[in-house]
């Protein structure tokens, strides 16, 4: 299949649209699952650490998984991954609605719902990058702010849903809504040239010509011998009658024996050309996988890239739990529920969004250093997380909310720093690497957070540990970007090939 040119506009800005409808009717609830977990804290009587598995595993699967999910939409296509996986969030939801106890919202809301998210955002990224080329850092802004959007909206809609329905009628509403992903997975259209000539088969896909080619082989050697058995007997009739049914007795057994051999040798040479194409095959997905972990190594010898893949474990374990256990901070410092001006789930959605926004204007000046700038966020980060403990009124914790979900916007960035860091040809393989550990965090970090809770029965030893967390990966992170670094490991050795320091990079 070969893709036309990207038109940057037309079809392309529906498929920005459905992307962002998308993005927020699938991660609306799994962000906004704080307020979940409170009900669920209440209807199962777990610990908080068990409890808050539920919340990391439907953020965090689908991250881990990213490699499942690419190869997913490179195999089937956007739309037909988007449509499934429609079903998968809406059918995962509503089972959560009959979840007897903590384990079984593990598969359904955990797995099912998170994985379902991983392959939307696998798909609406792809789709949107197929249809945009030179406006694509627009396109993709526009709809990455779909999931911080439903996270500010699905926080209070759910807190609303379960004082008028309970928490079973609220989890079936919102996956009836989830259903609309199937609408606006029907609007994906693949960017395709039908009149352009195919491409080259493969060798894998040459295999079904090769075994026709032989059956063609077998039926034309079976018609031979059948016209020279019919040449055979008439000859025989007109020369010898009497001898007749002594020589076709004699005929049909030279010609099986012909017959024998011909499918003998057409077989064997089926074999040997299955087994060397197997053979080939094997070999060269041994060495595919041997140049992958090449790569791998390599890029782990960017001394750059390595503290960037500790600081995003560390920031994924500190930074995200806040967004998941902000609204039973509250609670567990008697914030009086009339206090409320705005679930503070959705202040953290809200300012997201306008941090993608900004941080990614402000990535795009020269003069800004998209390194340093990543470096500030986690710093500020770990700082907000240390006064978490010391907010005792709504309006702080408001404020504390805000200022994280400006700060967590950074993720609008981390392509950026990925870039420069690794260079643009190793993009892909680096930004996956990342972002399997990014769901690691993303998975561990709630429950930490709530097994310390369950320790010291307060959470101000937890959000000390998150501050630290964050801290200590952008304190790496800066060391290993600090020019003064650079220039000592530039004079006590090379870079291996194809590896970049910062500076490197981000003058390429």
């Known amino acids: 299949m070969v893709f036309r040119k990207p038109p940057d506009g037309g079809w392309g800005w529906v498929i920005v649209v459905v992307s962002f409808f998308t993005q927020f009717l699938c991660y609306g609830s799994p962000l906004a699952v704080g307020v979940l977990y409170l009900e669920w804290l209440d209807a199962f009587g777990e610990g908080k650490g068990k409890t808050a598995w539920v919340g990391s595993l439907a953020n965090g699967i689908g991250l881990l998984a990213s490699p499942v999910c690419s190869i997913c939409v490179s195999s089937f296509g956007a739309r037909p991954v988007a449509i499934f996986s429609g079903f998968m969030v809406a059918g995962g939801l509503m089972m959560s609605s009959f979840a007897p106890n903590i384990y079984f919202l593990y598969i359904s809301y955990g797995i099912v719902v998170g994985l379902g998210c991983g392959l939307l955002y696998t798909a609406t990224v792809t789709i949107t990058c197929h249809y945009f080329d030179k406006r694509r850092g627009l396109a ?12 500010f909206i699905y926080a209070a809609l759910q807190r609303e849903l379960i004082d008028l329905y309970g928490l079973d009628g609220c989890l079936l509403i919102v996956g009836a809504l989830s259903l609309n992903i199937l609408a606006c997975g029907s609007l994906m259209r693949p960017l395709e040239s039908s009149d352009s000539p195919p491409p080259e088969k493969t060798c894998v896909d040459k295999v079904p010509d090769q075994y026709f080619v032989y059956h063609e082989k077998e039926k034309t050697v079976e018609e031979n011998i059948s016209i020279l058995e019919k040449g055979y007997v008439d000859e025989k009739c007109a020369n010898n009658m009497p001898d007749y049914k002594q020589d076709s007795i004699l005929n049909k057994n030279v010609l099986s024996s012909i017959n024998v051999n011909e499918k003998d040798i057409s077989y064997k040479k089926k074999v040997v050309e299955q087994t060397n194409f197997c053979k080939q095959l094997a070999k060269r997905k041994w060495q595919l996988y041997l140049n992958y972990w090449e ?11 390595s503290a960037l893949f500790v600081a995003i474990l560390l920031f994924d374990i500190g930074g995200f739990p806040p967004s998941l256990l902000m609204e039973d901070v509250a609670r567990s410092a008697n914030i009086n529920e009339d206090d409320y001006h705005m679930p503070l789930i959705s202040i953290i959605g809200i300012m997201t969004a306008v941090g993608k926004l900004t941080l990614g204007i402000l990535a795009d000046f020269k003069w800004v250093n998209t390194l340093y700038l990543y470096v ?8 907000a997380l240390f006064a978490i403990p010391f ?9 504390l909310s805000g200022i994280l979900g400006f700060l967590t916007g950074n993720w609008s960035i981390f392509p950026y720093v990925t870039t420069k860091t ?3 040809e190793k993009l892909t393989h680096a930004y996956g690497i990342l972002m399997f550990f990014a769901g690691l965090g993303n998975s561990l970090g709630p429950p930490i957070v709530g097994w310390f809770y369950d320790w010291t029965q307060e959470y101000d030893t937890a959000f000390y540990f998150s501050g630290f967390c964050v801290l200590l ?9 600090l020019p003064c670094w650079n220039a000592c490991t530039n004079h006590s050795s090379k870079l291996p090939p194809n590896t970049y320091s910062y500076k490197v990079a981000s003058s390429a």
């Open 295 to 305: 790569e791998t190594v390599v890029l782990f010898k960017n001394k750059v890239f």
């Open 391 to 399: 907010a005792k009124s709504y309006l702080t914790l408001a404020m």
């Open 376 to 383: 500030t966020t986690l710093l500020m980060t770990g700082v």
């Open 422 to 424: 690794v260079g643009i």
């Open 140 to 151: 993709l802004g526009l709809i990455s702010t779909g999931s911080s959007v439903g996270l």
């Open 473 to 481: 990966g952008g304190f790496l992170l800066l060391l290993a970007a």
